[in-house]
């Protein structure tokens, strides 16, 4: 049978190095020939922006970051942006901040420049989300993705093991979705899964040496590529799930990524072999799904919806709002009864089952 696919890499340019964000802000402001930049950044990254955008134009510094990006905080952002006459984007931060410079460029269609300071994977990607009235939405538009990243592992070595273990399984997310999503083809697998070993890899450093920079540059690595992987093949089961518990339930992002996807994972793998091989191969087990709760259990990783603030009494209307957005070639089925199955496991922090899925 003849490989027939068709795959789409977006372009960005991205700069990697160990203490130097500064440096490369400077060098982007300069090549994109920005005048007046506002900058964002929720206020636990404010010293971090402060000291890494000290040498550019700033006109304004934006601090209202909320997670799951609220249409009011958007709608905010786009007044300040219009009212200072900005010419340039700077996001400093995590997902949530990366998130409102997007809504912020949707309308507004100004540049992005991202600085991630956790592992979201949020910078690499054209996908924007907004919530509305307990409901998240996502969209794709080619304007909001940054134009550059300025990785800089320095930046992450103040983010706490714990926050670091639930941002980098964000990462693995991406990776893992990637392999069944509705676009998924063997370019932007080939990144998932060379991804899933730098992330997984790194993780594993991290917790054992929190302050070591190769850690923390693998996982920075593994999760760009992560993005470009999940940009590419598109949004899987696990995420229309996480987006709307998310949206609903106002969970932390990162902890419901983190909690949700070995359920996703044991759920799918059957009715995809030889992506379960592969997953397996890439977290060095037999299985993937072992694989997976060994990496988690030497990450000491979260563990239940629970634990985040979800209630189990919603699990039968979370169930509902997620089977609209189920991808119809999941490679298996995921109605109400698998969902709710799910939902119910992932909120008890169950174990999962380790057997061999293929």
């Known amino acids: 049978m003849s ?31 920005a005048r007046r930049v506002m900058v964002i950044a929720a206020p636990p990254e404010a010293g971090i922006a402060d000291r890494v955008t000290a040498d550019l134009p700033v006109v304004l510094r934006h601090s209202d970051v909320r997670p799951h990006v609220p249409v009011e905080q958007a709608d905010a952002a786009r007044a300040a942006a219009a009212e200072c006459g900005a010419d ?7 997902g949530s901040t990366t998130g409102l410079a997007k809504a912020v460029a949707l309308t507004t269609r100004l540049p992005v420049v991202a600085v991630p300071t956790t592992y ?35 930046l992450t070595l103040s983010l706490p093991v714990d926050l670091s273990v639930a941002s980098g399984l964000n990462a693995v997310a991406h990776c893992v979705d990637s392999m069944w999503a509705p676009r998924a083809n063997p370019v932007n697998q080939a990144f998932a899964m060379e991804g899933l070993r730098a992330v997984a890899d790194g993780l594993r450093r991290i917790v054992r040496e929190p302050d070591a920079v190769d850690g923390r540059d693998a996982t920075l690595y ?9 940009a590419s093949a598109g949004s899987g089961l696990h995420h229309k799930i996480c987006h709307v518990l998310g949206g609903a339930y106002d969970l ?37 799904v072992a694989g997976l709760n060994a990496l988690r259990k030497e990450l000491d990783a979260p563990r239940a919806l629970a634990d985040h603030g979800m209630r189990r009494e919603d699990i ?33 922090g169950e174990p999962t089952r380790d057997g061999d899925t293929a």
Request: glycine content about 10%.
């Open 3 to 33: 490989l027939t696919f068709e795959n789409i890499t977006l372009g960005q340019r991205v700069l990697f190095g160990y203490g130097r964000a500064a440096q490369h802000l400077s060098t982007e402001v300069d090549r994109l020939r």
């Open 88 to 94: 340039l984007l700077v996001c400093v931060g995590g």
């Open 120 to 154: 979201a994977g949020s910078e690499a990607t054209n996908v924007w989300g907004l919530t509305e009235a307990s409901r998240k939405t996502t969209g794709v538009d080619d304007a909001v993705l940054p134009v550059t990243v300025v990785y800089d592992s320095e």
């Open 222 to 230: 593994g999760c760009y590529l992560s993005g470009v992987a999940f």
């Open 252 to 288: 932390p992002h990162a902890q419901t990524h983190a909690t949700v996807l070995p359920y996703v994972l044991e759920l799918n793998a059957p009715g995809a072999p030889g992506a379960a091989h592969r997953i397996a191969g890439a977290l060095g087990s037999a299985t993937p």
């Open 316 to 348: 039968p209307e979370a169930a509902r709002l997620i089977l609209p957005y189920v991808p119809p070639d999941n490679p298996v089925q995921a109605g109400i009864e698998e969902l709710t199955d799910l939902l119910t496991r992932a909120w008890s």
